[in-house]
Structures are given as C-alpha cells and as structure tokens.
C-alpha cells in the first residue's frame, strides 16, 4: 500500500470509516484505482460506508 493512499485514508476517517465518496476521491485525487484504495481500508481496518455504487 502506498505511503500516500494510507496517510489520506487515515486523515479523512472518522471513529474507523469512511465514506465511499470519499474513498473513491482519494482514488481519484491521488490516480489510483478504487480498489487499491479499498485494499490499503481494509488493511488499516477501516470501514468504507455508504457504498453507492458497489466499488468497495
């Protein structure tokens, strides 16, 4: 997992979520794919919430 995608990830959470339009903004502010995104989440045990369009 990058050291980039973690560090956003861990800044925007809040009590260990995150929204999934916000997971897929990292992804796109940082050119990534949602799934890694949704990887390095799921590694950091944190949960991607509200989930409209099924990507994590």
Do not use: H, P, W
């Not at 992804?27 to 409209?52: H, N």
């Amino acid at each position: 997992m990058s050291e980039a995608i973690k560090q956003e990830i861990q800044r925007r959470a809040i009590n260990g979520k995150i929204d999934c339009a916000v997971a897929r903004k990292i992804a796109d502010d940082l050119g990534v794919t949602y799934k890694e995104v949704g990887e390095a989440a799921d590694k950091l045990s944190i949960k991607i919430k509200a989930c409209q369009l099924g990507c994590f």
